[in-house]
């Protein structure tokens, strides 16, 4: 409406919805869903984080942990610490020293450096990604056996753990040996009660929680072979991040069984058990492609499980970062997302092309892509050429919804084929699909082969790929791919290294010399998946986590215990932190 044509009423009206948005400022995705976000892009005023308003979202579409960003609410900028001397633990591969020639030169001609210095920088608000160090527990929560220590003896060398998760729409259950051998699990999930609501809806998901859990351990249990809960050495629980009602199901579930069966308690880190799935290898059945795009039956082969420290990509509903593992607790962020996650993206493009609702988007559109050409619509590779770890899919997402108005008009024009009425045909949505996930692939080899530059310096060879996504298997085969192409690379520039040595031979580069001997040893990169069924939200990822927490000597105090919708990395209680380095010191290595 042009500013003249605004009579006095409607000024004032306009003056009182601008007084009310600016009283409220809700989040930047409810902006985007009212049509608010361009009226107060207008007038400057800038969106809270999310969480504060938290009131705003009934329903959490799609991107489902988006609430749940790595950053949280009072930690807006991004810290790079420095020390380095904090990575080497007893156990850790030999760390390589040469980068590519040139660059190996470029450094050594710089005096003194001695790593990256201390940064903060300001990475934005609404969805600000927090890069640096962090430790899933605070010194204050990292209690040697605090409540306790699963018994195991020479004759009884395994002990056994309950692990429960609920922090968004699936009530996982599973009992797993310390040895990895899983024993019994269950899974209830919630996607036909939210997928009228285009969402989670956050009261639904606690009351079917609520609904299904008992039986849910009684069926792991049972499966397990084990009549009651007091069968089981220890229980592990997801506090956190996720949905804090939804969370307090499982939490309190555990917290009364812990209670009552004396057992001792571990509280698990959401993403961290995503992560910690990579150390847990599995018979699975592979399913391998064969050239038109069709399965065959696969053959029975055990994934293989990784060693500290490792290289993960974290990709679900509500994340999508690059992290170094260094050890149980003790990671660093190299990237996260700008804006939406990958799974979110997913979901959203699904839904566009009415194929799948919710957290089901993601494989339909994975099944729609197998038969179409992923060239036929041209998208835009997010973020090419950028120097940051940083992954971005609002662009795409926003890309690939024009690309489908504009087919759906052509249509309706009579350009293109297509069903009567505007309405896509299956081979154009497949199409759609196709493009849409080649492109989405093209940002995390862009991205994951930087990451893999950097960590190769650090004696990083292995790749991890977790969290809901990782389930997809044109993601798998593309980033397997990625590695064999990442170490053959990495030959070569080790090639050019010692040819160089060589030329300067005389000069007494000692310390290049050996570099390269250290380089030689490293092995090629390898790619780390969970089975499918483990990658997506469940109740092993919980009970691992929690073996791996314990098998270093740490419990939790049940009593204390409460849930966290955001678990801060960085609330270190520092007094402690010399005793916390010296117990998660010994525990790397396989798992
Ligand atoms: O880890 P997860 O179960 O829950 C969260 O922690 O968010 O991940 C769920 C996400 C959903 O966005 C879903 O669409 C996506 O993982 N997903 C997939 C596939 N399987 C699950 N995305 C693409 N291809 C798949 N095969
Ligand atoms: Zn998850």
């Not at 450096?113 to 929560?141: H, M, N």
């Not at 929690?546 to 678990?567: P, Y």
């Amino acid at each position: 409406m042009p500013v003249a044509a605004v009579s006095g009423r409607h000024f004032l009206l306009l003056t009182h919805a601008c007084f009310i948005v600016m009283l409220l400022r809700p989040p930047s995705s409810t902006l985007a869903r009212t049509g608010l976000g361009g009226f107060c892009v207008a007038f400057r005023i800038p969106p809270l984080p999310r969480a504060t308003h938290a009131a705003f979202l009934p329903t959490i579409p799609t991107g489902r942990r988006d609430i749940m960003s790595p950053s949280s609410p009072i930690s807006f900028f991004s810290s790079t610490p420095a020390s380095s001397n904090e990575e080497s633990s007893p156990r850790a591969p030999p760390t390589e020293h040469t980068g590519t020639s040139t660059t190996r030169r470029r450094k050594r001609s710089k005096s003194g450096a001695g790593g990256p210095k201390l940064s903060r920088e300001f990475v934005g608000i609404a969805k600000a990604t927090d890069t640096g160090r962090f430790r899933t527990y605070s010194a204050a929560q990292f209690k040697k056996g605090a409540s306790g220590l699963p018994v195991t003896s020479p004759e009884r060398p395994y002990f056994t753990v309950l692990g429960i998760e609920t922090s968004c729409d699936d009530t996982g259950v599973a009992v797993v040996r310390s040895d990895g051998v899983i024993l019994g699990e269950a899974l209830a999930s919630q996607y036909q009660i939210h997928e009228q609501w285009g969402g989670v809806v956050p009261g639904l998901a606690r009351d079917a929680h609520a609904s299904v859990i008992d039986s849910m351990v009684q069926e792991a249990l049972s499966k397990a072979g084990m009549a009651s809960v007091g069968e089981v050495d220890a229980i592990g629980v997801t506090v956190g991040p996720g949905l804090e009602i939804c969370l307090r199901v499982g939490c309190e579930t555990a917290k009364g069984l812990a209670e009552l069966h004396k057992k001792p308690f571990v509280a698990v880190h959401h993403l961290e058990a995503h992560c910690l799935m990579a150390r847990l290898g599995q018979p699975v059945v592979e399913v391998e492609e064969v050239e038109e795009g069709a399965q065959v039956e696969g053959k029975k082969v055990t994934s293989p499980s990784a060693c500290f420290p490792f290289l993960a990509l974290l990709v679900s509903g509500g994340h999508c970062m690059i992290l170094e593992c260094a050890n149980v607790g003790r990671y660093r962020v190299l990237g996260g997302t700008l804006d939406d996650a990958l799974g979110e993206a997913y979901d959203k493009a699904a839904r566009l092309l009415e194929v799948g609702s919710g957290a089901a988007g993601g494989p339909a559109m994975e099944l729609l892509a197998r038969e179409g050409d992923p060239t036929a619509v041209l998208l835009p590779v997010p973020m090419k050429g950028k120097k940051d770890l940083n992954f971005s899919y609002a662009g795409l997402k926003n890309a690939f919804r024009m690309a489908v108005t504009r087919v759906i008009e052509s249509q309706r024009k009579g350009e293109r084929g297509g069903e009567k009425g505007g309405k896509l045909d299956h081979q154009t949505k497949a199409d759609l699909a196709a493009s849409f996930q080649s492109v989405a692939i093209e940002h995390l080899e862009d991205r994951l082969e930087r990451a893999m530059k950097e960590s190769e310096g650090r004696g990083i060879r292995t790749l991890a790929v977790v969290g809901g996504v990782a389930a997809n298997h044109a993601i798998r085969t593309r980033l397997r791919a990625l590695c064999e192409k990442r170490s053959v690379a990495r030959m070569r520039e080790v090639e050019e290294e010692r040819a160089w040595v060589e030329e300067m031979e005389g000069d007494g580069d000692a310390a290049a010399a050996a570099a390269i001997a250290v380089a030689d040893k490293l092995p090629a990169w390898e790619l780390v998946v969970p089975p499918p069924r483990l990658c997506t939200d469940n109740g092993v990822m919980v009970a691992w986590a929690a073996i791996e927490k314990l098998r270093l000597g740490f419990s939790d105090v049940l009593q204390e215990q409460d849930v966290h919708a955001r678990w801060p990395f960085a609330n270190l209680d520092k007094r402690k932190e010399d005793e916390m380095e010296e117990l998660v010191e010994g525990g790397g290595g396989r798992p």
